[in-house]
Structure formats: structure tokens, C-alpha cells
């Protein structure tokens, strides 16, 4: 019978159900509602006043349904706890594998996991590892000394007297529009044949390194050509090295000048716009090239700072960002009169990517007024570096002066604040065309161990912002062999598809000196750099013996992870080093924040925690027991962590030696093998195989069944003991699939699975066996065939019990489906096995349910009936009967829910296609109720791996931003043909065709397409778990004639939770809803978190201070003179409307001479 609408303040209608009055109705509580801090829920009695007690009494001469009594709740829950029990008794097989294993005991060896042990061992292989690589990076730092301070400077040299090749060459040749195809390169570029490397994932060619320069950069100057000349020899150190050591990948020498010379050679990676790759502003070229930064950026924004000036500026500043590293600390603060910070930051702040950002941002909101006011910008500089309360670097100190000139010298600040011991360098940067003094500037610099540069136009800023490091490697140089320290980077994405990289870095001295008995030379040349590809350092760590919650990690001084299972960033960007920290990796508690802070100090520890861990699939939490053991690993800043599971200190290692090894025969010749075999699947079930590495000559592949095939062809070929197999796995592999075998022989081939409702049997294994039973039940297993990457069976190892499982939809399942049965939830519980006084835990089985049959059957079994065939019983005249979930579907909701809030089971029917849903978006009502009442907690937490979509850009017109447009007086004023401000239009048109924009190059659309290329984003996660409440309560959702009552209860040995619950009566009150997906975000308020910084250790050598340093050189300008020709011939071109093309430019300073 249909229920008719009810409206707020309405009694509840229905067959005979006794009316019951309401009090008015309030507000719900939403969200943001503060949440019981302490006690329980309390007992419905308590809750309700004498009147709405009513209603549990019959009315006399009427039948009467009443709310379920707590009792008759608790006795349903008993009653699906049995059922599941009984299921998973008989058709899970926990108790027959278990004896199973135990028959089969001379098949297998229990070998422990030493967590002491294995971590030495393990950063004692990486330590070699990177050792060799040291030797290598020494050998060339040494021979590029030694060949530059043999080479003679040729003030003559030709492009056609060098010959290299060069990497962007082919790119070029295939542009007909390149510069050199346009005007005819004069260098010998050498064609060379490439063959394709795996380990470089590029087609190479061993016999020649490759050349690289920068865009911006002249090809044909004489600084290059010297510097092409004498790197030339670094080719016979290459190649020895490789030699020596052939599992090195790059290596890879920038210079100074900005040329890069890699061997091996490879055409370089051309992206789809302009190329804006620069060696000297790679992160592992900057760590090389100089000690920790501690730099304050002021910015002049008084009112003569205006228009493309202060663009300039902005732009400038941001490029100056860019050459820090999370080594460096920085602010930036604007000034006329006073000086400000332009963002939250009010003191000095790591500079990592986060915090860049940032600034940034703030920086495009800078605007000019008033007069100059150095002396404010000075002193706020000088005492945020003074600041000795925070952290930060404590190494090279800076002050960065953006202006466009004025007259104060404030010599009176310097000699408060700098001398006489000049502990701060002072760099000043004259931007923009003007016709300022400055001398000034000059002299700031000049006297304050800095450097004065000049930025007249666009293309000025990227050399001038990161010429400043030259000045900084000075006392570096001269320190000598004490500053000849290796240093390893912080994991960043490799330029040419290596993928996740470290790089050894060694900086490179000039030993020349101009004449005998002159003062040493105090330039460096470059960096040395050899690459380390993450996955090769993984290799060096145990795989599979951890079982499959257990992992290695390693952190860097900043905390950041340079191994970890969860550092998997979705997409990177090559300019900026992959930072994610070890608090970020995992979920932050105070014990690793502990564990954190001894591995960054280099101690070695060991430690016991209760925490939180995500579930593979981030749709839930669990919390376990892990065990932490950590080392340093010498020789580097790197530290080493191991995390066991307590179940994981033994693992099962298969000893078929008495089958196998004494017979010569390939491996499928083996009693067990022929289980693998697709012709066995009908009759035992199907096998999926963990593709895994277990021989060399395997092929891989995504689709399992092609995976099987290639390594049953591979198995008629090798014998058990192949060298080119590994041992562990494959005989791993084969005990597994012999004993999966006979549980299908012992339990499941007997039974009728659809006696029970069920869908298919399985069973999963550490071996990499998941055997699933009956083989027509493969077609829908959507679970990863390789078990450690299959959330079920983790989850199962961590939780005790049977662990239900709903299919993971975001959208409604299609009625066919359901109809089909092929929505099956899974039920899995872990294997235990005690062997002696050693326990593990080798297995996982479980039964997958037919959702449809299983929510009928959860129906009966929450009602009066004792079984399905019984007849339902009917409330006859003048009796009082308590509501259940099958006769009253219609105004009582009974679910099943579980531990992450996804709903399981409904006793309504047009709930079974939203099975799977986090519950919030079924009923965000009671879900509501639920997490208020202390049933469900709530985690949350940040991914900073996430890739979004590009945004789509705004519209902002069709014109440049900001850009001065001559007019036709101007036109006709052959006075402003030869002025500063033809010549910085001309600039500014020239460089626009090379930066996206003419004010700032977006590295997106330099590298490639906006429109399709996704960028890395932060994504907010929030997860659920269940709270503290272990009982069964009553409890009411309090909103006057619109209140709920309902019914909430753990079932036990299960992860879910039985809630009862009147439907409800009207939507006036619906709550806020629960979110779970993840969501876009800024991440947490960084103004917050640089109040209480992580800790974080510095490298352990620095060099900022040489007595013998030489501060003479300390600036010049940079402008070109402009030619009334090129400019005429310019502004005819764009009054003819022809895009005009960029001239070469020598961006190279002449103190570059060697």
C-alpha cells in the first residue's frame, strides 16, 4: 500500500500506527555543529520528554507499529553477524588453508625480518651505490679544471673551427622558421645514429656527449665558442667513466655561460613552444653552485615606478624566486617612504614551492605611489636579517634592491647595520629606461661586497637575476679542495625522461690566474652533475619479504621523501624539485613528527606506534600497529626508514628443493605449474599472477591474460634454477598456486555458492596468486591482480575480521547491472597462521556477495521472521507491534554501512544502485547524526601530487597587457627613433616572441599545449572512520515535528555499522552535507604554517666568507645601443603587419673572458 505524502506537523500515517504529537520545529545542527567532547550518547529515555513517550504505548481498539525496541535491534545484529560467520566459515576456507599450509610444511621455510639488519644492509648498498657515482663526479670535476686552465683564450675563433653536436640541431632543421635554418649556422654541427637505450628510457649514442645552449643565448660568441672549445675533452673523461662504471646515466657538466655539455648524446626533448630550459636555474645547479641563501627582495614602488618599470620589477622578482632552493630563506618587502612586506610573511620563509607561490602572487598586486625612501627599505631588510629568532638558513646573507635609480646612498644604514664587517651583501638592480645617476647604485653595491646589474628591458631579467650566483661562488673557489664537497639534491623530474632523479653535484673552480704572482682566480666554472634514477636506489630495497604493508623510505635534511610508496606526484613540472615531506607522504601524528626529527638529526632509532594509515584506494582509514627503524645513510644527507607491520616479522619462503631443483626441467613440467594454465580454470578457477619481475627475459604487460601467456612461454624454456630468474618470486609463485589448488579441491569445488547467494570464492596470496572461483566469476573481478596493490587484501592484514568491501561508484549503477547480478561486495578476511611462536599472515580469502539476493536476505534477517520461506506477520486489531525492516520498508531505513561511510546494504529497494555511495549522499540526515554522535571521526588531510585540468583562461582582451603604443606624432619624431623609449619597445616586441607573455614566461605553456596539459594541483581528502562508540544506542535526530529517532550498532568481527532509522517525515529540516570526495584546493593557510615551520636541518657546510676575496668587480651595464636601422626596419614591419623575427643576442657578460 503507498504511503501517502507527509507534510511537517503531520501524525504518521500508515496501517494502524498510533499518532504521536511533536514539539515545534528547530533548527538541525549542521556541520560546523561542536560535536559531544566527552561521555556517550545518551539512552533514549533520556532524550525524550514524557510526551513523546506516547507513542510506545498501543492506542486501545487499534493495531499499532511502534519504533523497534533497543532489544529486538540488538537481536537482528546478532542474527547478521551469524549469518556472515556462517557464510565465511564455510565457503571463506580460513580453517582449511590454515591446514592446508600446515600439510604442506616441508614446501616452505618461515625466515625472519631483522628491521636493525635489513636497514643497514639496505643504506649500506645505497651508500656504494652513490659512492661510485662520487668517484665518477670527482674524476670530472678534476679533468674540467684541468682542461680549462690548459686552454688558451682565442679572441679569434670561428663557428666553423668548432665542431660538437648539437642536441636542439634536429629540432631546428625540422623548423623551417629556426634561427640557424634562417641564417645558416656556420658551426660543423655533427649528425649522428642513435640506438635506443632502456635504462635511459631515449634513444642515445655512446660514442659523443651533446651540446646544449639556452635560447637567449648567442650560439656563435666568443665566450662560447672558447667554452664549446675547451669542454670538448670532458667526451674521453665520459666515456672512461662509463667504463668503469657502466650504470651511470647523465652526466652532465653546466657551465657558467649557460652552456650544458651530457653525455651520453640524445637529441634534447624540444617542447611544443619556445625552449626555456636553463641549466643555470636547475635545482641541482644552484644547490652546486653556491651555499644556502638568507636573501631579502626589496622593491622600489614609489610614483616614478610606473607603467612597464614596475613590470619589470614584478616580473624580475619573480625570476629571482626562481633561483632559490629550499636550502634558502627570503622575503620580499616593497617601499617608498615605508616599507611593507607585500605578503602575510613578515619574516624570512624556506623557499619552497609552496611558499614562492605566494609571494608571487602578492607581488602582482604591488602598485606605485609616493616618493623613494632607500633608507626604509634598508633598514627593514637589514632587520629581518638580523631576526635571530626564526629559522632560516644562516649562511650567504643578502639584500636584492629592485629600483629605477635615485640619488641617497644611505651610507649612514650600512654603517649601522654592514660595517665594518660587511656580513650582507648588497645587490641593486636598475630597472627600466631612465636617465637616473647610477652611481649611486654602483656604489651600494660595490660597497657592500654585491654586484650592480642593469634590466633596461625583458630581455635582460632571466641573465641578470641569476648572475648574482657567480658572486656568491667566490668564497667557494677560494676555500679550494675544503668546498670540493659532494652534495645530493632533493628528487626532481630529469629534463630528458629519466623520470624521478637525484643528482650528485660538484662544483668546478677556475685555477687560472692572470699572471705570476697575481691573485687567484675567484670565478666558478660550472657544476659537475651525475644522475641517479630513483627507481635504480629502489632496486637496492627488499620487495616482497616485507609483506605488503611493510616499505623502505629514505628523507633528505629537509624532510622531504626520496623514497616512499606513496611519492607518486600524478605530474610534474621540470623547473621545480618534487618536495613532498614524510608528515605529508604518511598522516602526521606527534610520533613521526618525533621519528622525523631524529632521522633529519642522523641518529638511528627504533619505535613502536599506534597510527593512522589511507587505504590504498584514500576511501578509508585504519588504525594499526607499525614499527619504525631508521639509519643515516654516510656519506650523504639522505636518512633510511624500514615500517613492519608486527604480522609481517616473519614471511613463508618456498623450499622446493626435493621437487624441482634435482629435476633439469623446465619449470612447466612441475606438478604445480599446470594449475597455471588457462586449461585448468574451469575446473580449479582463475588465476591472475602478480606481474612481477620474476625473470629477466619476461615481457610485461597490463593485461593480465597476456601477462600469463608470455610467462607460461617463458616457463617452457627456463628450469627452475635460471640465473635470470629470481628464485623467491617464482617459487613463490608456484607453492601458492599448488595450495590455492587445493583449497578449490577441499572447499569450494563441493559447494553450491548460490545456495548462499554468492557470486564467486577467492583467495589471494604474498606469493602473487589470486585464484577466483568459478571461472566465469573472472569476467567481473575488478581487482588488481597483484595483491600488494589490491586495497582489500591490504585492509584485510590490518583489520581483524571480515572486511566488507561495496564497488566504488561516484555515479548510479544502471538497472541492467543489477539485474544481471553483476554487482557482487566483497567480504575478505586475512589468513592467519601460527607456526611454533611465529605468527603470520600469508593469505587473504573472502566470498563476494550478490548484492540483490544478499539485501532481501538483510531484510528478513533484520524482521520478526526466523526465515525466508515463513510467511511475514501482519499487526492484527487492537495489538501493539514493533516496526522491522521488511513489513515497514516503507517508514523504517535499515543499512548497512561501513567503516569509511559507504553504504553496503538498504532495506529500500531504490537504494541498491546507490550501494557504494558515501552515505552522506543518500541520507545526509542521519549520516549527519551519525558523525555528531561520536559514531563516525573525520580525517583531514592534503595531496600536493594531485594533477588538475588547466583552468580555462580569462578574457582579457586582445591586446598586449600594459604595453606602450606609440603614437603618429611619435611616429614622426625622428627624435624618438633614437630614444630610450623606440629602443625598449623594441626589446620588449623582441623578447615578447619568447616569453608567452612580454612580462612573465609561464613555464606551462612554454613546455607545452595550456589547453591539454593538466598541472600539478593540491586536492583536500577527507576520510572517515568509526569513533569511539563500541555499543548499541538510541538515540533521537532532534528537529521538532520533523525528528528522527534511530538505532546504531557495530556489528562484531565485521566493519560495519547496523543503523535503524524512521524515515524521514519532511525535508524542512535537511542538515549540511558530509562531504567525503576530494576536492580542489590552496592547501593549508601558509601565513599559518610558516608560524610553526617543521623542523628542518641545513646542509652542513657553508661557504659565504674568503678574506681573500676580491670585491673590485662589482657591476656594469647591460643595455644594448640601439641601431636606427633595425628599429626602422622594426616599426615598418609591424605597420606591414609581418611578424618580425628575434635577432641573436650575445647574453653573456664579457667577465666571462677565462
Known amino acids: ?180 635554418v634562417e641564417r645558416g649556422s656556420k658551426a660543423s654541427t655533427l649528425r649522428l645514429d642513435f640506438i635506443e637505450d632502456p635504462n635511459f628510457k631515449n634513444k642515445v649514442n655512446y660514442s659523443y656527449a651533446a651540446v646544449q645552449i639556452p635560447t637567449d643565448i648567442y650560439k656563435g660568441s666568443t665566450v662560447i665558442l672558447n667554452e664549446l672549445n675547451w669542454t670538448e675533452a670532458l667526451e674521453n673523461v665520459f666515456m672512461e667513466n662509463r667504463r668503469q662504471d657502466p650504470t651511470l646515466l647523465w652526466q652532465v657538466f653546466g657551465s657558467a655561460t649557460g652552456v650544458t655539455r651530457y653525455y651520453p648524446a640524445t637529441p634534447w626533448r624540444a617542447p611544443k613552444k619556445i625552449d626555456l630550459y636553463d641549466v643555470r636555474r636547475r635545482p641541482w645547479y644552484i644547490q652546486g653552485a653556491s651555499s644556502p641563501k638568507d636573501m631579502v627582495i626589496i622593491v622600489d614602488v614609489s610614483g616614478s615606478v610606473s607603467g612597464l618599470t614596475l613590470k619589470l620589477m614584478k616580473t624580475s622578482v619573480c625570476e629571482m624566486l626562481d633561483t632559490l632552493s629550499d636550502d634558502d630563506y627570503v622575503n620580499v618587502a616593497s617601499f617608498n617612504e615605508k616599507a611593507q612586506p607585500v605578503s602575510c610573511f613578515t619574516h624570512l620563509v624556506q623557499a619552497n614551492v609552496r611558499n614562492k607561490k605566494v609571494f608571487k602572487e602578492a607581488v602582482q598586486g604591488m602598485v606605485a605611489k609616493g616618493t623613494t625612501g632607500y633608507k626604509a627599505g634598508f633598514e627593514y631588510a637589514f632587520d629581518q636579517l638580523q631576526n635571530s629568532n626564526i629559522t632560516r638558513a644562516n649562511c650567504n646573507k643578502m639584500i636584492m634592491m629592485f629600483t629605477d635609480g635615485g640619488e641617497d646612498r644611505v651610507q ?108 687567484k682566480n675567484q670565478l666558478i666554472l660550472g657544476v659537475m652533475g651525475i644522475d641517479v634514477a630513483l627507481n635504480d636506489i629502489k632496486r637496492l630495497t627488499p620487495n616482497y619479504t616485507l609483506g605488503a604493508n611493510g616499505y623502505v623510505f629514505a628523507i633528505d635534511l629537509n624532510g622531504y621523501v626520496l623514497l616512499h610508496p606513496n611519492l607518486k606526484p600524478q605530474t610534474t613540472n621540470f623547473r621545480e624539485p618534487v618536495t613532498l615531506d614524510f608528515l605529508d607522504a604518511e598522516l602526521e601524528d606527534e610520533n613521526k613528527e618525533e621519528i622525523r626529527r631524529s632521522m633529519i638529526d642522523g641518529n638511528k632509532g627504533h619505535k613502536q606506534i599506534r597510527t593512522l594509515v589511507k587505504s590504498l584506494d584514500e576511501r578509508y582509514i585504519d588504525e594499526v600497529t607499525r614499527n619504525y627503524t631508521w639509519v643515516p645513510i654516510r656519506s650523504t644527507n639522505y636518512s633510511l626508514g624500514l615500517v613492519l607491520p608486527p604480522y609481517s616479522t616473519f614471511y613463508l619462503q618456498a623450499n622446493l628443493s626435493d621437487q624441482i631443483l634435482q629435476v633439469k626441467l623446465p619449470i612447466s613440467k612441475l606438478k604445480d605449474f599446470e594449475f597455471l594454465l588457462p586449461s585448468s580454470f574451469e575446473s580449479e578457477g582463475h588465476v591472475f599472477i602478480a606481474p612481477r619481475e620474476y625473470c629477466k627475459d619476461l615481457n610485461a604487460s597490463d593485461n593480465n591474460t597476456e601477462f600469463l601467456k608470455n610467462f607460461i612461454e617463458l616457463m617452457e624454456k627456463v628450469t627452475p634454477d635460471s640465473k635470470q630468474c629470481n628464485n623467491f618470486l617464482l617459487h613463490n609463485l608456484i607453492l601458492d598456486t599448488g595450495i590455492t589448488q587445493q583449497l578449490v579441491e577441499r572447499v569450494w569445488r563441493d559447494q553450491d555458492l548460490n545456495t548462499y547467494s554468492l557470486l564467486a570464492v577467492f583467495a589471494a596470496t604474498d606469493g602473487g596468486i589470486t585464484r577466483v572461483f568459478p571461472n566465469k566469476a573472472a569476467e567481473d573481478w575488478t581487482e588488481n591482480p597483484e595483491p600488494f596493490n589490491a586495497s582489500f587484501y591490504r585492509r584485510s592484514l590490518d583489520n581483524h575480521g571480515y572486511v566488507f568491501k561495496p564497488p566504488h561508484q561516484d555515479a548510479l549503477l544502471r538497472p541492467l547491472e543489477l539485474e544481471n547480478d553483476t554487482v557482487g561486495i566483497l567480504v575478505s578476511t586475512a589468513v592467519e597462521l601460527s607456526l611454533g611462536r ?213 556489528l562484531t568481527n565485521t566493519n560495519l555499522l547496523f543503523v535503524v532509522a524512521e524515515k524521514p517525515l519532511c525535508s524542512q529540516c535537511e542538515a549540511g552535507r558530509l562531504l567525503q570526495k576530494e576536492t580542489h584546493s590552496d592547501g593549508p593557510e601558509q601565513c599559518e604554517l610558516v608560524q610553526r615551520p617543521r623542523y628542518r636541518r641545513g646542509p652542513h657546510i657553508c661557504f659565504d666568507y674568503n678574506a681573500t676575496e676580491d670585491t673590485s668587480d662589482c657591476g656594469r651595464g647591460a643595455s644594448f645601443p640601439p641601431s636606427l636601422g633595425v628599429l626602422v626596419s622594426l616599426q615598418l614591419l609591424l605597420l606591414l603587419g609581418l611578424p618580425p623575427r628575434p635577432q641573436p643576442q650575445v647574453l653573456v657578460h664579457a667577465s666571462r673572458r677565462l
Open 1 to 180: 500500500m503507498a504511503v501517502p505524502a507527509r507534510t511537517c506537523g503531520a501524525s504518521r500515517p500508515g496501517p494502524a500506527r498510533t499518532a504521536r504529537p511533536w514539539p515545534g520545529c528547530g533548527p538541525q545542527p549542521g556541520p560546523g555543529t561542536r560535536r559531544p567532547t566527552s561521555g556517550s550518547p545518551r539512552p533514549l529515555w533520556l532524550l525524550l520528554p514524557p510526551l513523546l513517550l506516547l507513542p510506545l504505548l498501543a492506542a486501545p481498539g487499534a493495531s499499532a507499529y511502534s519504533f523497534p525496541q533497543q532489544h529486538t535491534m540488538q537481536h537482528w545484529a546478532r542474527r547478521l553477524e551469524q549469518e556472515v560467520d556462517g557464510v565465511m566459515r564455510i565457503f571463506g576456507g580460513v580453517q582449511q588453508l590454515r591446514e592446508i599450509y600446515k600439510d604442506n610444511r616441508n614446501l616452505f621455510e618461515v625466515q625472519e625480518n631483522e628491521p636493525q639488519k635489513l636497514v643497514e644492509k639496505v643504506a649500506g648498498d645505497i651508500e656504494s651505490l652513490l659512492d661510485r657515482k662520487v668517484q665518477a663526479l670527482k674524476r670530472l670535476a678534476d679533468a674540467a679544471e684541468n682542461f680549462q686552465k690548459a686552454h688558451r683564450w682565442q679572441d679569434n675563433i670561428k663557428e666553423e673551427d668548432i665542431v660538437y653536436y648539437d642536441a636542439k640541431a634536429d629540432a631546428e632543421l625540422d623548423d623551417p622558421e629556426s634561427e640557424d
Open 412 to 519: 649612514d644604514v650600512f654603517e649601522k647595520y654592514n660595517w665594518p664587517n660587511r656580513t650582507v651583501r648588497v645587490f641593486t638592480f636598475s630597472v627600466g629606461q631612465h636617465n637616473y645617476d647610477v652611481t649611486p647604485l654602483q656604489w651600494m653595491a660595490c660597497a657592500n661586497k654585491g654586484y650592480y646589474f642593469e634590466i633596461p628591458s625583458i630581455g635582460a631579467i632571466r641573465i641578470n637575476t641569476q648572475e648574482y650566483l657567480d658572486v656568491l661562488g667566490r668564497p667557494m673557489v677560494l676555500a679550494g679542495k675544503e668546498a670540493k664537497q659532494v652534495q645530493w639534491t632533493n628528487v626532481y623530474e630529469d629534463a630528458l625522461g629519466l623520470g624521478l632523479v637525484v643528482t650528485g653535484t660538484l662544483p668546478v673552480f677556475n685555477l687560472t690566474q692572470d699572471g705570476p704572482g697575481e691573485k
Open 838 to 1050: 611465529r605468527t603470520l599472515r600469508p593469505a587473504v580469502v573472502g566470498v563476494k556477495l550478490d548484492l540483490e539476493a544478499w539485501a532481501e536476505k538483510f531484510k528478513v534477517l533484520a524482521s520478526n521472521r526466523t526465515h525466508q520461506d515463513q510467511p511475514q506477520k501482519q499487526c492484527g486489531p487492537n495489538s501493539h507491534c514493533e516496526m522491522d525492516c521488511e513489513v515497514n520498508n516503507e517508514d523504517l531505513l535499515c543499512v548497512l554501512i561501513d567503516d569509511g561511510g559507504f553504504l553496503v546494504l538498504s532495506n529500500q529497494n531504490h537504494q541498491w544502485d546507490q550501494v557504494g555511495r558515501f552515505f552522506s549522499e543518500v541520507d545526509a540526515n542521519l549520516m549527519l547524526a551519525l558523525y555528531n554522535n561520536s559514531f563516525y571521526t573525520r580525517k583531514e588531510s592534503y595531496d600536493y601530487q594531485a594533477a588538475c585540468a588547466p583552468q580555462p583562461p580569462g578574457n582579457l582582451g586582445a591586446a598586449p597587457r600594459g604595453v606602450f603604443v606609440p603614437t603618429v606624432a611619435d611616429f614622426l619624431n625622428l627624435a624618438w627613433w633614437t630614444s630610450a623609449a623606440a629602443w625598449s619597445l623594441f626589446q620588449q616586441l623582441l623578447y615578447g616572441l619568447i616569453y608567452h607573455s612580454w612580462f612573465q614566461a609561464d613555464p606551462a605553456e612554454a613546455e607545452g599545449s595550456p589547453e591539454t596539459r593538466e598541472s600539478s594541483c593540491v586536492m583536500k581528502q577527507t576520510q572517515y572512520y568509526f569513533g569511539s562508540v563500541n555499543a548499541s544506542y538510541n538515540t533521537i535526530i532532534d528537529c521538532g515535528n520533523c525528528s528522527r529517532l534511530f538505532h546504531a550498532q557495530r
